[in-house]
């Protein structure tokens, strides 16, 4: 009989053997909140550039749109600082000593029925009680380990964060917040101004969507305000690096620097696959940020509490040749990229790197490709060409059947 591994935590492990989907609903779930944010700020950015001239849009932008605002502060918060952080800590760091609990548990139950044996020796006895008073140590110990980590679970059920004032998972009411929105639109709603620019259906549309109706598999693209000129600008500096000239990022940390302490630091997925191998995206952020923020603190373990996430924002664009205009654009700014890429050869998986640099020779925004990016991948740590056949690729969310359409990038905010 069980003496360590109790009914409480046999209960844990087991629901963590059978949900084989917690990563897979987390990441569906990251997707929607992303999706939601971006839909918000389009909307918003719609209104203020256009002609509408009603009440119903100061309405809008002061009273509605601040509630929605801040309700998916509340949800991308809890989503980025909490949810990841928890599917971590329950399928890695949980389920590990849950496992080491029940394994030593049940060598324990040997030995003691070895011990009740009537062959056992009474020399063998007095080894297996020694055996057995040391193994209680460590069995409470693991216990008291697996306590803790539990409490710290739990200690993520709740928002703590002040840059989200007075907003708590409680208030958020979205279903009601987009009835309110479709009410005011159709108080507001005048054929000669509003159905003049926008369609009525698609405007409808767009506020279902924008508040609950992310599960669509919409994309909300911004679209791409391309600069002119090249890339011989402060912001960027000339590396000859893989039998190629390129203009990269000229960051606080140097690119060639920075990819040689990343790798000696283990800051790459496959210092650890087992423990990071998931975490792509993560280890994008530390990189983008290290870059350009000249922070050389650090490590794999910092990807993993996925610290500086909240520095980037997204972009989803259909038109490939627009978001590859963005990372031209961010480039020049001396700005690093995360891009979404191929996780397999198939494309069907998505993975994330970061966009470094561009070949010297693409004099704009409109003529850069995909080929010509420089990149930093995550999983090795190694800077990369984009033009071989075995090279990273572009792929959009329909692609990795996401529920976004598109392109994907995190830009530095």
């Known amino acids: 009989m069980s003496k360590y591994f109790t009914g409480t935590y046999k209960n844990y492990l087991s629901?963590?053997?059978l949900d084989k989907n917690i990563e897979t609903n987390r990441n569906t779930l990251n997707d929607k909140i992303v999706l939601l944010d971006t839909s918000l700020k389009n909307y918003i950015s719609m209104i203020e550039n256009s002609s509408w001239i009603e009440s119903g849009k100061n309405e809008l932008l002061n009273s509605y749109i601040p509630t929605v605002k801040n309700n998916i502060a509340v949800l991308t918060n809890g989503v980025l600082n909490n949810l990841n952080k928890v599917v971590t800590l329950v399928k890695k760091d949980l389920y590990q000593l849950l496992v080491e609990l029940?394994?030593?548990?049940?060598?324990?139950?040997?030995?003691?029925?070895?011990?009740?044996?009537?062959?056992?020796?009474?020399?063998?006895?007095?080894?297996?009680?020694?055996?057995?008073?040391?193994m209680d140590s460590i069995l409470s110990n693991l216990k008291d380990n697996v306590d803790k980590k539990?409490?710290?679970?739990?200690?993520?059920?709740?928002?703590?964060?002040?840059?989200?004032?007075?907003?708590?998972?409680?208030?958020?009411?979205?279903?009601?917040?987009?009835?309110?929105?479709?009410?005011?639109?159709?108080?507001?709603?005048?054929?000669?101004?509003?159905?003049?620019?926008?369609?009525?259906?698609?405007?409808?549309?767009?506020?279902?969507?924008?508040?609950?109706?992310?599960?669509?598999?919409?994309?909300?693209?911004?679209?791409?305000?391309?600069?002119?000129?090249d890339l011989n600008t402060s912001n960027c500096i000339d590396l000859s690096l893989l039998d190629e000239n390129w203009k990269v990022v000229n960051t606080k940390l140097n690119v060639s620097e920075y990819a040689s302490l990343a790798y000696n630091?283990?800051?790459?997925?496959?210092?650890?696959?087992?423990?990071?191998?998931?975490?792509?995206?993560?280890?994008?952020?530390?990189?983008?940020?290290?870059?350009?923020?000249?922070?050389?603190?650090?490590?794999?373990?910092?990807?993993?509490?996925?610290?500086?996430?909240?520095?980037?924002?997204?972009?989803?664009?259909?038109?490939?040749?627009?978001?590859?205009?963005?990372?031209?654009?961010?480039?020049?700014?001396?700005?690093?990229?995360?891009?979404?890429?191929?996780?397999?050869?198939?494309?069907t998986s998505r993975h994330f790197v970061t966009v470094v640099g561009v070949k010297s020779n693409v004099k704009s925004a409109s003529d850069v490709k995909e080929s010509d990016l420089l990149i930093l991948d995550s999983w090795d740590g190694q800077l990369e060409r984009m033009d071989t056949s075995t090279s990273r690729f572009m792929t959009t969310g329909a692609q990795c059947n996401k529920s976004y359409s598109g392109y994907y990038l995190r830009l530095l905010k």
């Not at 029940?102 to 007095?126: C, G």
């Not at 978001?323 to 050869?345: A, C, F, H, M, R």
Request: hydrophobic letters at 25%; glycine letters at 8%.
């Open 15 to 17: 629901k963590i053997e």
């Open 102 to 134: 029940r394994n030593k548990d049940e060598e324990y139950d040997r030995i003691e029925e070895k011990i009740s044996l009537s062959q056992t020796t009474a020399s063998d006895i007095e080894y297996l009680k020694g055996k057995l008073k040391a």
């Open 150 to 229: 539990i409490n710290e679970i739990k200690s993520y059920n709740t928002l703590n964060d002040s840059s989200i004032q007075g907003s708590n998972l409680s208030s958020v009411d979205l279903n009601k917040t987009a009835e309110e929105l479709l009410k005011l639109y159709g108080k507001t709603h005048n054929d000669n101004s509003i159905v003049g620019r926008i369609k009525s259906q698609a405007e409808e549309n767009r506020i279902k969507r924008m508040v609950n109706g992310i599960s669509e598999g919409s994309t909300y693209t911004k679209l791409s305000k391309a600069g002119k000129g």
């Open 265 to 347: 630091k283990g800051i790459r997925q496959n210092s650890n696959s087992e423990r990071y191998g998931d975490l792509c995206l993560a280890f994008s952020y530390v990189h983008a940020s290290n870059l350009y923020n000249g922070s050389t603190t650090d490590n794999a373990e910092s990807a993993y509490n996925w610290a500086h996430a909240g520095e980037f924002t997204d972009y989803f664009n259909d038109n490939k040749q627009e978001t590859l205009s963005v990372v031209y654009d961010q480039v020049k700014e001396g700005k690093p990229v995360i891009l979404q890429v191929n996780g397999n050869k198939q494309g």
